[in-house]
């Protein structure tokens, strides 16, 4: 038995710290994208149409790329990307709600600011008390261009004229929009776009048309940027988390991190149509959402480029012939689970950032899930901070798993009662293995002994503690939340009193639980190793983990006192059956 728990251990740390190296997340195939390979769809609404925009039927006067179609000309235009951020900004529109202030760039249409009033960044470039700032300093998000047929129409640096220059939300204005409209130069057709805004979420409702063409269809693309910023003080792990992530069909979550996207390489996501596109970093997030009931994004490509942690990325949007236009939702802000899992549609946006290691998922996911609502609603309905909750949140984990960890103590007392009799039979059969395994078996079945039910139990809690590692890792709710003498319970204990308690109190369990057994030197190591090795593991994970674990270790006390002092009293008990047997034996002899 101790042997197993031993190896139960050990395996743990190799899964905490080997996992990632054992198994590696899959990179998708890599390599040049030809013309037909990330289009919005095989049957494109718009194949073999031209787009003459231009007067007379002459040659466009727009720029456009004949190299590919779709998704594929973008590829093709990497290189025009610095051209693009180098452009003076001519005019810039600015909207505030009660959540972020945007801005938009009168040029293309594109949104150049993304700033989170809600959200300090903890980035220290001067500014007194910055807020989160989602986009790059001359990255553009949200820019279009048109395909049709074989033709990219670009209008992503077109200047477009806009229905006002300042928007600001209030109580007595809730909900209001923006306009944007460039005609082309034939003044036969314009593209329009709105987005729409709302003073109390995150999200804009983006709509457009392309006026004057008719019936014919096309494709939309729109950019997603290069890469959001980092705010945080760890920016290593920060970038170590820049990913974008799509969801496919039948519900396929794919995320590959922006490092993997190397210079040069062009990545088209597998998977196609998707329900939403996104870009993601630690705690905040771009996503493109489409409409439940509308098209969905055909195709995904990434495009790396020279600068670490940077890749273009684009999405296409088809819209069929005969339709009214386009339309798709962009969430602009923070990974919250409720917002993410309100703005869903029962699409797991929520899951954007994936919790745990792939082979990992279809366990940790689930757990997540519950340990999020079960920590919002605790904050939300109790009405104190997160330290709290997660002090009474480790107490209740013990008092809901009290049963398991008495039948693991039970069981372990059946051993010790049969532990004579086993080594009976090791002494009797210890030349015949197979002998002694079949015998050992009968054994335990005479006296009704599970010999792995001492071990089983304790590792239930296993997967709860791995799915906190990831809450706490990535949870917005818990990022820059202050709590005693801890500045942030979403990264280390700066004065390490937290690991040293956890160790210590991990310590104070285990020699407890060596009261009453059977004196065995590979346990007793284990008693001074394992806390020793759990202090140092934990000492640079997020404080928040270890004030739980802790907490929860603490509140294992009692109980196992008690089921110590039942381990003493059935030791008690045995070894006076066993000097009475002594006793009765030199009598009858």
């Not at 088209?268 to 996503?287: C, H, M, Q, S, T």
């Not at 296409?316 to 917002?339: D, I, K």
């Not at 140092?536 to 294992?556: D, E, H, I, K, R």
Request: hydrophobic residues 40%.
């Amino acid at each position: 038995m101790e042997k197993r728990v031993v190896l139960a251990v050990a395996l743990t740390i190799g899964v905490i710290f080997l996992s990632n190296v054992l198994f590696p997340t899959p990179e998708p195939p890599l390599g040049s994208v030809g013309p037909d390979s990330a289009l919005v769809a095989e049957d494109s609404p718009g194949e073999g149409l031209e787009m003459d925009l231009s007067p007379g039927g002459a040659e466009p006067t727009l720029p456009v790329e004949e190299s590919g179609r779709g998704l594929a000309g973008a590829a093709d235009a990497s290189g025009d990307r610095q051209e693009l951020v180098d452009l003076s900004e001519p005019e810039a529109v600015t909207v505030t709600t009660d959540l972020f202030k945007l801005r938009f760039s009168t040029r293309g249409a594109a949104l150049i600011s993304a700033e989170l009033l809600k959200y300090a960044s903890y980035v220290d470039n001067g500014d007194g008390e910055p807020r989160a700032q989602l986009i790059r300093d001359g990255d553009r998000v949200l820019g279009y261009r048109i395909t049709v047929g074989g033709d990219t129409v670009r209008v992503d640096s077109q200047t477009f004229t806009v229905d006002r220059t300042d928007l600001t939300l209030t109580e007595n204005n809730p909900r209001d929009s923006l306009v944007f409209r460039y005609p082309f130069p034939s003044g036969a057709a314009e593209l329009v776009v709105t987005y729409g805004f709302a003073l109390d979420t995150y999200i804009v409702d983006v709509s457009g048309r392309v006026q004057g063409i008719g019936d014919r269809g096309y494709s939309i693309l729109t950019s997603l940027g290069h890469g959001l910023k980092t705010n945080e003080k760890d920016e290593v792990d920060d970038y170590r988390q820049l990913a974008y992530v799509v969801r496919g069909q039948g519900g396929a979550i794919r995320s590959v991190n922006l490092s993997k996207v190397h210079p040069g390489d062009v990545q088209a996501a597998e998977g196609g149509p998707f329900d939403w596109v996104a870009v993601r970093n630690k705690y905040f997030l771009i996503a493109l959402v489409s409409q439940e009931e509308g098209q969905q994004f055909g195709g995904f490509l990434a495009i790396g480029e020279p600068a670490e942690n940077t890749a273009g990325m684009v999405t296409s949007l088809p819209v069929p012939a005969g339709s009214e236009g386009f339309a798709f939702q962009a969430y602009l802000g923070p990974q919250e689970y409720r917002r993410l899992e309100a703005i869903g549609h029962s699409r797991d946006l929520e899951h954007v950032n994936p919790y745990g290691w792939r082979w990992m998922r279809p366990i940790i996911r689930p757990l997540v899930g519950i340990v999020m609502v079960v920590l919002t609603w605790m904050h939300g309905f109790l009405g104190i901070a997160y330290g709290w909750v997660l002090i009474i949140f480790g107490v209740a984990m013990r008092v809901v798993l009290f049963p398991l960890y008495q039948k693991s103590m039970r069981a372990q007392l059946a051993q010790m009662q049969v532990q004579p009799l086993m080594k009976e039979l090791q002494a009797k059969y210890k030349d015949e293995p197979q002998k002694l395994q079949s015998e050992m078996m009968k054994l335990y079945k005479e006296h009704n002994v599970n010999p792995l039910g001492g071990c089983l139990p304790m590792l239930v809690p296993m997967p709860i503690l791995f799915a906190l590692f990831f809450v706490f890792r990535s949870t917005i709710e818990l990022r820059g939340v202050p709590f005693l003498w801890l500045p942030d319970l979403s990264l280390k204990d700066p004065l390490y009193i937290i690991p040293l308690l956890m160790g210590a109190s991990m310590f104070l369990l285990s020699w407890i639980g060596q009261r009453g057994m059977e004196p065995n030197p590979q346990m007793k190591m284990m008693t001074y190793v394992m806390p020793l090795v759990f202090t140092v593991m934990f000492a640079n994970f997020p404080s928040g983990l270890n004030l739980y674990y802790a907490t929860s270790n603490l509140a294992s006390l009692p109980q196992q006192l008690y089921l110590s002092k039942e381990r003493m009293a059935a030791k008690r008990k045995a070894d006076q059956n066993k000097t009475v047997t002594k006793k009765s034996d030199r009598g009858g002899g």
